[in-house]
């Protein structure tokens, strides 16, 4: 299966909303609703953000937010903060039922 | 809360087998899914392998050949092994649990570098 699509960076200045894309086909992202996102700081493990397309788990900041429009899926950080400069990737369920990644985003605090 | 924690050698030869151990603990291996996911340095995340608490197993096709997941729920670890490596096999490997329905992962380990050279 191919990796989602996500743009290689992003930036914004701090308190300001950015938005990350994670595109793919109607047999993943535009296919089911789980849509996850995770967030990895150099030399961490990733941790999730946001599963099935919205949803954040306990203890996430309520400035992470998720959508989704037919094949491509969003993050949205608003009020950025120092903390939140990192590497982001998407994750969608597939019909093959197999796991699929995107290429990863690499969010910079201005 | 599940943790999850790889052991294995960091170090393995050309040509020869790597397999890793995810121990798990806090919690049932029962009602989630166990995956192998990777890192090559600098790059992005590969998803290896899944396996259920049935035995049920998933693989990357373009992994597939060279990979095998075992799982034992009495001992709460599963493992990855992965044969005939090669220098594109160099990356930090991960566990983690995944849901049932969805697959999302909710729990990584720390993640274990593997460096393939002689």
């Known amino acids: 299966q191919s990796a989602l699509s996500q743009p290689a960076s992003v930036s914004g200045s701090p308190g300001q909303s950015i938005t990350i894309s994670c595109t793919g086909t109607?047999?993943?992202?535009?296919?089911?609703?789980?849509v996850s996102w995770y967030q990895q700081h150099p030399g961490k493990a990733p941790k999730l953000v946001i599963y099935?397309?919205?949803n954040r788990p306990s203890g996430v900041s309520y400035r992470f937010s998720g959508s989704k429009s037919g094949n491509t899926a969003s993050l949205t950080i608003s009020g950025l903060q120092a903390e939140d400069e990192a590497d982001y990737y998407c994750?969608?369920?597939?019909?093959?039922?197999?796991?699929?990644f995107g290429g990863g985003t690499k969010v910079t605090v201005l | 809360q599940v943790q999850l924690q790889e052991a294995g050698p960091g170090l393995v030869k050309p040509s020869e087998t790597l397999s890793l151990t995810c121990i798990v603990s806090g919690g049932s291996m029962s009602g989630s899914s166990w995956s192998w996911i990777r890192q090559p340095a600098g790059k992005g995340l590969e998803w290896i392998a899944r396996i259920h608490t049935n035995g049920n197993t998933n693989y990357n096709p373009s992994l597939k050949s060279r990979v095998t997941m075992s799982i034992d729920t009495s001992k709460n670890h599963f493992s990855l092994t992965l044969t005939s490596v090669t220098a594109a096999d160099t990356a930090m490997y991960y566990c983690?649990?995944?849901?049932?329905?969805?697959?999302?992962?909710?729990?990584w380990g720390q993640g274990t570098l593997v460096t393939v050279s002689s």
């Open positions: 109607s047999s993943d992202v535009g296919g089911y609703k789980y």
């Open positions: 994750y969608s369920y597939t019909t093959t039922s197999l796991p699929v």
């Open positions: 099935d397309v919205n």
């Open positions: 983690a649990r995944g849901v049932l329905v969805g697959g999302t992962f909710h729990s």
